[in-house]
């Protein structure tokens, strides 16, 4: 039998079991990304059935993590109105500035040290391992469980940064291929300015003009609900295609796009639209991370040794916690928003893009495949299992102080 159908058959499979149980595992610490990334494992490395060609991975790996992430991010530029993203505009700034330096320089140091890599290569694996996955945050934020646990703004600020450090992560990792050779030093400063400014502007204009076709169509009552969640993906989409066209960053200019999109439109669609978050985290990412487990390098993990181990450990809890407890102040948050924050950045489909888009630049060391992969794994594992502990470690604390 294909590996492909194979393929189909299980997530497919999978999916309609998530389908039946989904109120029962929302109350389980088992995520969905988790049980496809298990299924993967046990199609591929543990019983063989399902083998994907070497050449044809990586591929398949950048451009499912390109569209999921374009979906995502429209998504999360829809979760909220606009104006609870204007409330969270101080910490969010300072996490895709300041936060997004630090987690580079602590990713890339810990790469650096722990691994015995080049100066260059270690910049570029804390690069991509930089941002928050808005795939994996969507399973702790969204929901029911969530929205009763987590007040609103904390929400907001995980969405709001996991939403723009994405597409930012883009200039980080282009600048840091040009430390490896991959490309001249001008054209890659080039190449990172233009990505940003021109994702940026493309996205504000494919958002403008899809809000007022929406509007204008809401007022001729020729677009129902359903037609709307349909639209706000192939808008995703075809935002991603644009930009990717116009030679810019396509991640930011999804994001850019559901910003203006959600700006012009208001509120009106929002009821409709706020399914696709749900249906996005517990759907959409299951192929990725079945096709994840089926391709991890266990061979390469085993050649490294403990080192990774160590590595992927250290990145998980060094890379982001004591730099959002050492941003404090400009964050103007409390102690205990801090350490939940600070806690869940999760790491997942964006550090696999850009893995697989670092390679197909020409920086194909092999190590950086095999760490970025198991941070990625322990990643899924650790902040999916911990996430309904952690908030109702959360909440329990907020009813505490109110109380």
Not at 107 to 125: D, Q
Not at 245 to 272: C, H, K, S
Request: net charge positive; proline share 5%; glycine share 12%.
């Amino acid at each position: 039998m294909s590996p492909l159908l194979l393929s189909y058959a299980l997530v497919g499979g999978l999916a309609v079991l998530l389908a039946f149980w989904s109120s029962a595992i929302r109350r389980t610490p088992v995520t969905e990304p988790l049980l496809a990334l298990c299924l993967g494992v046990l199609s591929g490395p543990l019983l063989g059935i399902v083998d994907v060609a070497d050449p044809l991975t990586s591929d398949l790996t950048r451009e499912l993590s390109r569209g999921l992430l374009a979906v995502s991010l429209m998504a999360v530029a829809l979760r909220f109105p606009i104006s609870g993203y204007r409330e969270v505009l101080r910490p969010v700034s300072v996490l895709l500035t300041a936060g997004m330096v630090g987690m580079a320089v602590v990713s890339a140091g810990l790469s650096w040290l722990l691994l015995a890599v080049p100066l260059g290569i270690a910049v570029l694996l804390g690069s991509c391992l930089t941002p928050t996955d808005p795939v994996l945050a969507s399973s702790i934020v969204s929901g029911g469980p969530a929205e009763r646990q987590l007040p609103a703004r904390i929400r907001q600020v995980i969405s709001g940064e996991s939403g723009g450090n994405d597409g930012l992560a883009f200039p980080l990792v282009v600048l840091a291929l040009a430390g490896v050779g991959a490309k001249p030093w001008g054209d890659q400063v080039a190449e990172a300015v233009g990505g940003v400014l021109g994702a940026t502007l493309a996205g504000v204009v494919l958002g403008w003009l899809a809000g007022h076709a929406v509007r204008a169509a809401n007022r001729r009552e020729t677009v129902d609900s359903g037609s709307l969640v349909i639209f706000a993906v192939l808008l995703g989409v075809a935002s991603l295609g644009v930009a990717r066209v116009l030679g810019t960053d396509g991640i930011l200019a999804a994001f850019t796009a559901g910003l203006a999109y959600n700006r012009v439109v208001g509120g009106q669609p929002r009821v409709a639209q706020q399914k696709l978050d749900d249906s996005l985290s517990r759907y959409l990412v299951l192929p990725l991370f079945f096709l994840l487990g089926v391709e991890l390098p266990w061979h390469e993990w085993v050649d490294v040794g403990w080192r990774l181990v160590v590595f992927a450990v250290a990145v998980l809890l060094l890379r982001r916690l004591p730099v959002v407890l050492g941003l404090r102040r400009p964050l103007g948050l409390s102690w205990r928003d801090l350490v939940f924050l600070g806690w869940f950045g999760p790491i997942g489909v964006s550090a696999l893009f850009y893995l697989t888009f670092s390679d197909e630049e020409g920086a194909r060391d092999p190590l950086l495949w095999a760490a970025g992969s198991l941070v990625v794994v322990l990643s899924t594992v650790v902040h999916g299992v911990t996430a309904m502990p952690a908030r109702r470690w959360y909440a329990r604390g907020r009813q505490r102080a109110e109380g």
